[in-house]
């Protein structure tokens, strides 16, 4: 089920680029604050076997292996399932529902390689993650941390360089208890001369992706091989046009993304 997008002001995502590339802050429209009870999507038709290390915040129980000393951690998570881009409109496009952690933000890697992921933020947003490896059919998970005045992106590349990265991007409200979140293709994306636009380096792109939150929150898809415009930053601030592809949720609900989401049928 695809939700609707209503209006109200969200928090620019803007992050620190540090020395793995630019990161664009967007300006976001309105967007309705939904009062949304906390829930935890099931999803059908998938089994998965997990393995987590968890925030040590983090009040869920889990498994624990201790991978690295950052908040993140990797889960095995095993489905039983497994050139220029043309301009199509949003709503075509239908992906398996992704589960949710509550208070996380995931990225579910259901392409056959491995890939890498840096959380980057500034310094107010608490330690970053660089470039740690998401075996391919794993989950990253991370606690949705909190900034100052700014937020957080999910750089994810094929190798640990972090070269023509997707990016992934968050931001916690003033009030603690909202999340906006978005997908960017700006800094993988190549544009031609004449004006296409490539996303070959843009990975997971080539089986389509997915961000999703809670219940009755925006979902955004994209295809493989369409320049998604609609559903994603495929032009800087959204040319400056309004209904900017920009999601907001409950934070507790917890966020997700995923690559090659065509192969989680």
């Avoid at 999507?41 to 915040?57: G, I, L």
């Avoid at 509550?102 to 660089?130: K, M, R």
């Avoid at 990975?203 to 998604?228: L, M, R, T, Y």
Wanted: net charge negative.
């Amino acid at each position: 089920m695809r939700a609707t997008l209503a209006t109200l002001t969200a928090l620019p995502l803007l992050t620190a680029s540090l020395h793995l590339g630019a990161v664009h802050p967007h300006v976001h429209g309105e967007l309705h604050r939904r009062v949304i009870a906390t829930e935890v999507v099931v999803v059908t038709k998938t089994v998965y076997t997990t393995v987590t290390q968890d925030s040590p915040s983090s009040t869920a129980a889990s498994t624990s292996v201790n991978i690295s000393e950052s908040s993140a951690s990797v889960t095995m998570a095993l489905p039983t399932s497994s050139s220029a881009a043309t301009l199509k409109p949003p709503g075509d496009t239908s992906y398996t529902a992704l589960p949710l952690s509550p208070n996380h933000a995931l990225i579910v890697n259901s392409c056959d390689y491995d890939v890498f992921v840096s959380s980057i933020g500034d310094e107010s947003c608490g330690p970053s993650t660089l470039a740690q490896r998401i075996p391919a059919n794993t989950t990253y998970t991370e606690r949705i941390r909190i900034c100052y005045k700014s937020g957080v992106s999910l750089k994810v590349a094929r190798t640990a360089a972090l070269e023509h990265p997707m990016q992934f991007e968050y931001t916690v409200w003033d009030d603690k208890k909202t999340v906006s979140y978005d997908i960017s293709y700006l800094d993988c994306m190549v544009q031609e001369d004449g004006g296409a636009k490539t996303f070959d380096k843009c990975v997971g792109h080539e089986k389509g992706i997915q961000a999703v939150a809670g219940s009755d929150c925006p979902v955004f898809q994209c295809e493989a091989g369409v320049e998604c415009a609609q559903q994603a930053y495929t032009i800087p601030e959204f040319g400056y046009l309004p209904g900017a592809p920009v999601g907001a949720c409950n934070v507790e609900q917890g966020i997700a993304f995923e690559l090659c989401a065509e192969n989680r049928t």
